[in-house]
T-cell receptor, first 118, second 116 residues
Framework: ETGVTQTPRHLVMGMTNKKSLKCEQH?????MYWYKQSAKKPLELMFV???????ENNSVPSRFSPECPNSSHLFLHLHTLQPEDSALYLC?????????????????FGPGTRLTVL | AQKITQTQPGMFVQEKEAVTLDCTYD???????LFWYKQPSSGEMIFLIY??????QNATEGRYSLNFQKARKSANLVISASQLGDSAMYFC?????????????FGTGTRLKVLA
């Protein structure tokens, strides 16, 4: 495997279900990110991890719970979601976070998980 | 106020011609980074080009160049010799913040259609 992979690619869940999204990066990067992409809205940064520590949490509802067990893996645990949470969830990784002037935080994205909440 | 503004929701360009996609940004930081990404219909975001706020020369990557005008706070993407495979959504993004706290902000995107 190369680059950034995400599983599953598609997920349909009910509002009472619990599911998890998985992201794995094979680039040797130190930082990983979760984004939400809804129709007709800009990409929204949800969580940022650097060296397995959360460094950014943009007021995301607690029904989304991230986990970063090591620098190569990132999970997004989902529970009691709402229909408005239906979106494309994108994972990304970068060498570092905020490497000013060097482009070291250029993010490389996975293919995304298309989530539908019924 | 929008931090990243892409005023062109959709653009058409003839194959082999050049096209400019507009992006303006708003930040009070001295140090920031600007990125362009391409998102084909398959959904994956593909990094195209990066410009640091202190870079004096415009970034170039193959057929992509970034027209960086710092005083105007604009970072337009220029694609030369358009190809049919360039048809996609294009997003301008900015990283701002210092001292360990950073924000990554994306624009709403421009849909480019290359015509044969």
């Amino acid at each position: 495997e190369t680059g950034v992979t995400q599983t599953p690619r598609h997920l349909v869940m009910g509002m009472t279900n619990k599911k998890s999204l998985k992201c794995e990066q094979h680039l040797g990067h130190n930082a990983m990110y979760w984004y939400k992409q809804s129709a007709k809205k800009p990409l929204e940064l949800m969580f940022v991890y650097s060296l397995e520590e959360r460094v950014e949490n943009n007021s995301v509802p607690s029904r989304f719970s991230p986990e970063c067990p090591n620098s190569s893996h990132l999970f997004l645990h989902l529970h009691t979601l709402q229909p408005e949470d239906s979106a494309l969830y994108l994972c990304a990784s970068s060498q570092d976070v905020g490497a000013s002037g060097t482009g070291g935080d250029t993010q490389y994205f996975g293919p995304g998980t298309r989530l539908t909440v019924l | 106020a929008q931090k990243i503004t892409q005023t062109q929701p959709g653009m058409f360009v003839q194959e082999k011609e050049a096209v400019t996609l507009d992006c303006t940004y708003d930040t009070s930081d001295q140090s920031y980074g600007l990125f362009w990404y391409k998102q084909p219909s398959s959904g994956e975001m593909i990094f195209l080009i990066y410009q640091g706020s202190y870079d004096e020369q415009n970034a170039t990557e193959g057929r992509y160049s970034l027209n960086f005008q710092k005083a105007r706070k604009s970072a337009n993407l220029v694609i030369s010799a358009s190809q049919l495979g360039d048809s996609a959504m294009y997003f301008c993004a900015m990283r701002e913040g210092e001292g360990g706290t950073y924000k990554y902000i994306f624009g709403t995107g421009t849909r480019l259609k290359v015509l044969a």
